[in-house]
């Protein structure tokens, strides 16, 4: 068996690298959705969820940092450009979004996917002994999962 240069078995880690670059593209697909609903909101909610998308989005550049980095050290190649990324998510562009209760809504299904997807991949990446996407997909779940149920708790 082959392994990678952190030694891990090359294959697998060539399959797990394949995984973060599809939640990668999901990653950049719902950066640039949070973007426009960050620039495009309206309504007397205008200020608080200003800030709180303009949170989400820098949070969200940061993990698509990570994942590119993650899939780097896995041997891989990450995946860029946007036509890719609209092709390999399962996420779709929102346009014209400026009511809040709706882009919060997309987030929230958004974030089901990633949480979907992280699971899977730290269940598969726990099986190859890969400790360092292990972590990774556990932070973002864990945090995913409060800021799900905080924004569920805003919706009410």
């Known amino acids: 068996m082959k ?3 952190i030694g891990l078995n090359e294959k697998q880690a060539r399959v797990l690298a394949d ?4 939640l990668l593209a999901d990653y950049q697909i719902l950066y640039t959705n ?21 949170e989400i989005y820098n949070d969200l550049v940061l993990k698509v940092d990570e994942i590119a980095e993650r899939i780097l050290t896995l041997g891989a190649t ?10 390999m998510s399962d996420l779709e562009e929102t346009l014209h ?3 809040g209760t709706e882009a919060i ?13 992280q699971r899977q991949i730290l269940k598969s990446a726990s099986e190859l002994d890969d400790e360092g ?3 990774l997909m556990s932070d973002y779940i864990s945090q995913q999962e409060k800021e799900t149920w905080m924004l569920n708790a805003y919706l009410q």
């Open 3 to 5: 392994k990678n240069m």
């Open 19 to 22: 995984d973060l670059n599809h």
């Open 34 to 54: 949070v973007r426009g609903y960050h620039w495009n909101i309206k309504g007397r909610d205008f200020f608080e969820l200003h800030a709180k998308f303009e």
């Open 78 to 87: 990450p995946v860029h450009g946007f036509s890719r990324y609209l092709s």
């Open 97 to 99: 979004i400026s009511n």
């Open 105 to 117: 809504g997309h987030i929230l299904s958004a974030y089901q996917v990633l949480l979907n997807k």
């Open 133 to 135: 996407t292990v972590s």
